[in-house]
C-alpha cells in the first residue's frame, strides 16, 4: 500500500487506491468516493462496455430461427451495445432513481447514477472471457445452439462453464447495484430490489409491446 509523505518525510495516512482495485472488494465506498470526487469518471466507458456485456451474454438465449452470419452478428453486437448500456444507466437507471426516491430515497441522480455504472465493472473481465471464447471457437459461441453443435465434449464444457460464468457476473452486477443503491439512498435492500422488480416489470411489458406490435 502506498503512502502520502508530508515535507519532513514521514508517513501521514494511506494514499487512496484507485477505484479500479477498490470497487471489487469495497463497492459501496468506492461509488460514494467516486460520487464526490469525479462522478462523470469512466461514464461512458461503462456505458459501452455494460451495454456489450449484457448484449452478448443474451444473445445464445434469444431464439433466432436460422443462424446469424458472423458479420451481421458482430453489427447487432455492436451497433446494439452502447444503445443498451445507454438505456441501462440513462433510461432504466432515471426511472429506478425516481422510484427510490418515492420510496423515500434521499440519493441524488447523479449518486445513483455513479452505483448503477460502476456495479458494471464486471462486465470489463465478461468481455475478456467473451473476447478470448470468439478467438478461440469463433462467432458461433453466441448462437443459442453453440452447446448442441459443440465439437466435441472438450467444447460443450468450456463453452458451458463459460455462459455459467457470463451469468454469474451478471448475478454479481445485480448484487452490485442494489447495494450501492441501498447505501446511497439510506434504504433497506427490500426496498431497492422492490424498485428493481417495477423497472423489470417495465422492461417486459415494453418487450411484450414490441412483439404484438411486430406480429
Known amino acids: 500500500m502506498s503512502y502520502n509523505r508530508s515535507s519532513d518525510g514521514m508517513d501521514r495516512e494511506p494514499a487512496s487506491a484507485g477505484p479500479w482495485l477498490t470497487i471489487w472488494a469495497s463497492p459501496r465506498e468506492t461509488v460514494r468516493r467516486v460520487t464526490v470526487e469525479a462522478p462523470g469518471q469512466w461514464l461512458w466507458a461503462f456505458v459501452v462496455a455494460g451495454g456489450l456485456h449484457r448484449v452478448m451474454t443474451r444473445l445464445p438465449n434469444l431464439p433466432f430461427p436460422d443462424p446469424i452470419p458472423p458479420n451481421r452478428l458482430a453489427a447487432m453486437v455492436l451497433i446494439s451495445g452502447p444503445i443498451v448500456g445507454a438505456l441501462l444507466i440513462f433510461g432504466l437507471g432515471r426511472l429506478l432513481h425516481a422510484l427510490l426516491v418515492r420510496l423515500g430515497g434521499t440519493g441524488s441522480w447523479i449518486a445513483s447514477r455513479t452505483a448503477i455504472a460502476w456495479s458494471m465493472a464486471p462486465a470489463v473481465p465478461g468481455l475478456l472471457l467473451w473476447a478470448v471464447m470468439l478467438a478461440t471457437y469463433g462467432p458461433d459461441v453466441l448462437s443459442p445452439r453453440a452447446l448442441e453443435q459443440a465439437a466435441d ?63
Not at 455462459?163 to 454479481?172: K, P
Open 153 to 215: 465434449s472438450t467444447q460443450h464444457f468450456v463453452l458451458g462453464l463459460d455462459y455459467l460464468i457470463e451469468f454469474g457476473l451478471m448475478v454479481w452486477t445485480l448484487g452490485m447495484e442494489v447495494f450501492c443503491l441501498a447505501d446511497v439512498h439510506r434504504l433497506s435492500l427490500w426496498r431497492v430490489l422492490a424498485g428493481e422488480l417495477v423497472c423489470g416489470l417495465v422492461v417486459l411489458g415494453l418487450a411484450v409491446g414490441v412483439l404484438v406490435a411486430m406480429s
